[in-house]
């Protein structure tokens, strides 16, 4: 949830205080098992980014990069279930002291490789002072699903100029059971303060693969159209077929056919026009697939696992269709049937 904190001027020091207090407040509400305030959350599709030096790492103005900044208290990553890898997390009592950073594994990775980035010392763009390392967490998403974990680095909101106003908590309940509660508390702490833009990470994520979405849903109903479709042309034909030969059906039934013969005669009919069809459009779906897996993020073009499931329903929506037809032609009485002709 954000915090309308235009309507309301706060000094440095009271506002931390407040804070700290709402904090404490909000994780005593049933249900919550943790919170904690950041500059942003992820998938929210806020990003802040700055030039970054590290200790004992050259890097080439031309290749510089630039990494995320997010401004996190304490309980952050225990909040949004980010491992610690190793170190440790922020704490109150930092406030005041050397000025502290958490990098996730994909800062290490470029900037310290086979070193201990614990107790090493980065400078931001734009910072007089550094910040001591004191722990590494795992990488986390914050922008865009579709991209790789950004290179990041957390400072501690509570030894900034400014404190953030996005407060995120943890239930072991539905979210929604807590909005009242917590709408009261932030009431009682911050007077003339509102809560605003409250969602859920869930919510968050969702809105962030809006196009996916969409295009599973168009792709769910065409296929449906066409799985439907399918089945009507096939019960059609079928019905028919079994109605033109009534006759040969009577014939075989009264030589000694059984029920059985006839089920055979009309099911093998129906999966051989199915057969062809998936002759000839399994290869093309085969072919195809490495588009579909292009726009679809996690998707392997290897995997054979989706033409195979198209395949076995079809077979399963022809089986279905012929089911009226197949026991229209075991119903057939030889004398009717002679007698029609």
Not at 105 to 127: C, S, T
Not at 236 to 252: H, S
Request: aromatic share 8%; with cysteine.
């Amino acid at each position: 949830m954000g915090l309308d904190t235009t309507r309301r001027d706060f000094g440095r020091e009271p506002v931390a205080q407040l804070y700290k207090d709402l904090l404490e407040r909000l994780e005593a509400v049933p249900g919550v098992r943790s919170a904690t305030l950041s500059g942003m959350t992820p998938i929210s599709g806020a990003a802040g980014s700055r030039f970054v030096s590290v200790e004992g790492f050259e890097e080439a103005p031309t290749t510089r990069r630039r990494v995320m900044v997010n401004e996190v208290a304490p309980g952050y990553f225990e909040t949004f279930g980010t491992p610690l890898i190793a170190g440790r997390d922020f704490q109150f009592a930092d406030e005041g002291r050397t000025r502290v950073a958490i990098v996730n594994e994909a800062v290490v990775r470029h900037y310290f490789r086979d070193r201990d980035p614990l107790g090493r010392q980065l400078r931001l763009e734009g910072d007089s002072l550094p910040y001591e390392v004191v722990g590494v967490v795992a990488d986390a998403k914050y922008a865009d699903l579709r991209i790789p974990a950004p290179q990041t680095v957390y400072l501690h909101a509570f030894q900034q100029g400014r404190l953030p106003s996005v407060f995120s908590i943890r239930t072991a309940v539905p979210p929604a059971t807590v909005a009242t509660d917590v709408r009261r508390i932030v009431h009682d702490v911050l007077k003339g303060i509102s809560v605003a833009n409250v969602t859920t990470l869930t919510e968050q994520i969702d809105a962030s693969i809006v196009p996916e979405r969409l295009m599973a849903t168009l792709s769910g109903f065409f296929g449906g159209i066409g799985v439907l479709l399918a089945a009507l042309g096939l019960f059609g034909l079928l019905a028919y077929t079994v109605a033109r030969r009534t006759t040969e059906i009577g014939i075989r039934i009264a030589l000694g056919a059984t029920r059985r013969d006839v089920t055979y005669m009309v099911l093998k009919h129906a999966l051989s026009l199915v057969c062809v069809g998936l002759a000839i459009g399994a290869p093309v779906a085969i072919w195809i697939r490495r588009i579909a897996a292009s726009m679809l993020d996690g998707m392997s073009a290897e995997t054979l696992w989706p033409s195979v499931a198209a395949v076995v329903v079809t077979i399963g929506v022809a089986l279905l269709a012929a089911y009226v037809p197949v026991r229209r032609a075991t119903r057939v009485e030889p004398l009717v049937a002679l007698r029609s002709e």
